[in-house]
């Protein structure tokens, strides 16, 4: 692990249970990166100082402290402009790095990308947040860009960062993205009749593995913040035969960049068509409240806000404190408790998509003449039947599916 300090601001209007909670996710992000921050400050003003956001004499402070006890990185718990941020590094000099959280998770998301798209993704937010940061030399620069986006080596002198060189990587980067975009409207529209369910919530809460839960397929699972990045959606069909696809979507963070938001839309989007959100919190958190504000403000500017839901508390399996759950029962009288590591509960949460699909779809029956019997493949694929009769003339079937897959069946019958 390497060592580093944290460094955090308070203000008057600074909810101080909040900026602790802060000071912990942010030890909990460093260390998904290989740091262990060994120390935090906290430095107390009444305004944001106009040049170097916590005051020089601070920052001097900090620096000199890093450099006693050897620590190379300085963590900033806030998101700095580029102005405050090159006045900082330039304190700090050139043996020191200053990481600000919006840079700590760009870094890991950087790390975690595994497939093309997210690799885009995060590369575009990534040059977007650093064009406005980029400092005199190449070397600073290969430090503070982490590889994406760079060019030029270590020994080039001081040079001019050309800026339309860096626009044009944008551009590319967009026109990419909007080409897998095009794509997955594409592939949604083709599910368009298909019930959706999307998996949402805060990182590390579990929604990968209740994913598994429910399909059965094998994910990534890993006790860290941002594990997965990629949305997974898999057919599945529940105990009623109901047929649903399944979506297992990037976590949220409280001021998560907008610009890294932005990147990921064509990701997110699987939220945004989804019929049904299960919103999976972990129980065991300090921080529960915090955590439902940040998914509900998420889905607010994803435009998914007034979508139905369901709140599932995970993680019962390490909460033993009863009194949390009579709190959350009345607060929120329709959630559910579930853990997914011991597999608790799981069968009342597969109940309460049931219950959700059933409530959204309707009961339809048909009489499918004998020479219409190829599609009938189709029909069990695509619905939930609930009764068949095999008549004279005909195969009377009776079904649960959405309006639009009805008029496909009743389109395809001779």
Same mark, same amino acid.
């Given at each position: ?5 944290? +460094?955090?601001?308070? @203000? ?7 900026? *602790? ?7 909990? @992000?460093? *260390? ?13 003003? /009444?305004?944001?100082?106009? !040049? ?39 304190? !700090? ?19 975690? !990308? ?6 885009? /993704?995060?590369? @575009? ?18 430090? /503070? ?20 060189? +860096? ?9 990419d993205l909007l080409q897998i975009e095009k794509q997955r409207t594409t592939q949604r529209k083709s599910r368009k009749t298909v019930y959706k369910v999307a998996l949402v919530g805060y990182t590390n809460a579990g929604k990968s593995s209740i994913f598994k839960n429910l399909s059965g397929h094998k994910t990534y699972i890993k006790d860290?913040?941002? !594990?997965? +990045? ?5 057919n599945i069909s529940l105990d009623d035969k109901s047929k649903i696809l399944l979506s297992d979507t990037v976590g949220f963070l409280r001021n998560l960049p907008t610009d890294l938001i932005a990147s990921f839309r064509s990701t997110l989007g699987e939220i945004k068509d989804a019929n049904l959100l299960l919103k999976i919190i972990d ?5 529960? #409240? ?23 508390? #995970? ?31 799981? #069968?009342? @949460? ?42 004279? *003339? ?12 009805? #008029? ?7």
């Open positions: 692990m390497i060592k580093s300090l944290l +460094l955090s601001l308070s @203000l008057p209007t600074t909810n101080q249970d909040d900026l *602790n909670e802060e000071i912990e996710e942010m030890k909990r @992000l460093a *260390n998904t990166l290989g740091y262990s921050i060994e120390s935090s400050s906290i430095q107390n003003k /009444q305004t944001i100082d106009s !040049a170097t956001y916590f005051g020089k004499g601070k920052i001097e402070n900090i620096v000199n402290q890093c450099k006693e006890l050897k620590y190379n990185t300085i963590f900033i718990n806030n998101e700095l402009d580029p102005g405050h941020f090159k006045r900082i590094q330039k304190i !700090a000099g050139e043996k020191i790095f200053i990481i600000d959280r919006t840079k700590l998770i760009l870094d890991i998301f950087t790390k975690h !990308a595994k497939t093309i798209e997210s690799k885009k /993704q995060v590369q @575009l937010a990534a040059i977007q947040y650093m064009m406005p940061r980029l400092i005199g030399q190449w070397t600073h620069l290969e430090r /503070q860009m982490g590889g994406v986006g760079t060019r030029g080596g270590p020994g080039e002198k001081q040079i001019e960062i050309d800026r339309r060189l +860096l626009r044009k990587d944008i551009n590319k980067l967009k026109k860290e913040l941002f !594990a997965t +990045l990629d949305t997974t959606t898999k129980i065991s958190s300090s921080d529960i #409240n915090g955590h439902i504000k940040t998914i509900e403000d998420t889905l607010k500017l994803l435009e998914c806000d007034k979508k139905k839901s369901i709140i599932v508390f #995970n993680k019962i399996d390490i909460e033993s404190d009863n009194s949390i759950y009579k709190k959350l029962k009345v607060k929120y009288k329709s959630c559910i408790f579930i853990s997914s590591l011991k597999k608790l509960n799981i #069968n009342i @949460l597969i109940k309460a998509i049931i219950d959700q699909v059933n409530e959204d779809l309707n009961i339809y029956t048909i009489k499918l003449p004998y020479n219409s019997i190829s599609i009938i493949d189709y029909i069990y694929s695509n619905t939930n039947v609930i009764d068949r009769k095999d008549e004279f *003339n005909y195969i009377k079937l009776s079904f649960r599916t959405s309006d639009g897959m009805y #008029n496909k069946i009743l389109k395809k019958i001779k």
